[in-house]
Nanobody, 126 residues
Framework: QVQLVEAGGGLVQAGGSLRLSCAASGYTFSSYTMGWFRQAPGKEREFVAAISWSGITTSYAVSVKGRFTISRDNVKNTVYLQMNSLKPEDTAVYYC???????????????????WGQGTQVTVSS
C-alpha cells in the first residue's frame, strides 16, 4: 500500500533553515507529482509547493516562493522541501502528499492529492 513518511521537522529560530524529507513506498514514485502542504492550528490545510513526476516543473505558494525549494530523488523515492529564511508564520504541521493520476503537472488544490503522510511539526520562534 502507499506510504508517505515525513521527517526533518523541528524547532528553529526565525531566519534559520530546515530540510524536510518524505520517503515514499508502495507505488511507482517516479510516475507521480508530489506536493507539500501545511496546516497551522485553527487554519485550513494550505498548499506550499509541488513538483512534477520528472522533477522538471515546480510550483510554489506566493508566501514561500524564493525561500523554499522542492526537489525529488526518483532513485531514493524521496521528495524534499528545503526551507530557508524561516518566519514564525511558517509554523505548522507539514505534510507531503501524492497527487491523483500518473504523469501530471503540479497543482495547488488539496483535493487533487489522494495520499498523505502523517505530518511533521515545524516551529519557528521569533
Amino acid at each position: 500500500q502507499v506510504q508517505l513518511v515525513e521527517a526533518g521537522g523541528g524547532l528553529v529560530q526565525a531566519g534559520g533553515s530546515l530540510r524536510l524529507s518524505c520517503a515514499a513506498s508502495g507505488y511507482t514514485f517516479s510516475s507521480y507529482t508530489m506536493g507539500w502542504f501545511r496546516q497551522a492550528p485553527g487554519k485550513e490545510r494550505e498548499f506550499v509547493a509541488a513538483i512534477s513526476w520528472s522533477g522538471i516543473t515546480t510550483s510554489y505558494a506566493v508566501s514561500v516562493k524564493g525561500r523554499f525549494t522542492i526537489s525529488r530523488d526518483n532513485v531514493k523515492n524521496t521528495v524534499y522541501l528545503q526551507m530557508n529564511s524561516l518566519k514564525p508564520e511558517d509554523t505548522a504541521v507539514y505534510y507531503c502528499a501524492r497527487k491523483k493520476g500518473r504523469v501530471t503537472t503540479p497543482v495547488m488544490g488539496v483535493t487533487e492529492y489522494e495520499y498523505w503522510g502523517q505530518g511533521t511539526q515545524v516551529t519557528v520562534s521569533s
